[in-house]
């Protein structure tokens, strides 16, 4: 699976309008200095993959471990929430992935 968080959200306050963050970067940020019970090495990965603004390709099990990480980790909410959203769009496109070839 691929888990891409090029997202663009909006500054909600700011003193210049049209300002953005990415998600991408703050998390690249943010894994490059801490990585809560992610392996070191992996979340070193995972962080220079998405300071390119790429996906990381995730299984299930790093899928949990890293939404584990993002519940837990203070961060802005906007931030988290934008994640958890991505994370929760990925496992739902997956389960109905599952269900269709569990159909044939």
Not at 44 to 62: C, G, Q
Not at 82 to 98: M, Y
């Amino acid at each position: 699976m691929k888990l891409d968080l090029n997202i663009e959200i909006p500054q909600l306050i700011t003193q210049k309008s049209g300002n953005s963050f990415n998600i991408s970067h703050i998390i690249a940020d943010i894994l490059y200095v801490r990585c809560g019970k992610i392996k070191p090495i992996k979340a070193y990965e995972w962080a220079k993959t998405f300071a390119e603004k790429k996906p990381i390709e995730v299984d299930k099990s790093d899928l949990e471990e890293f939404q584990k990480f993002i519940e837990q980790d203070s961060m802005f909410i906007a931030v988290k929430a934008e994640i958890l959203n991505a994370i929760s769009s990925l496992k739902d496109k997956e389960t109905k992935k599952e269900t269709k070839n569990n159909k044939n």
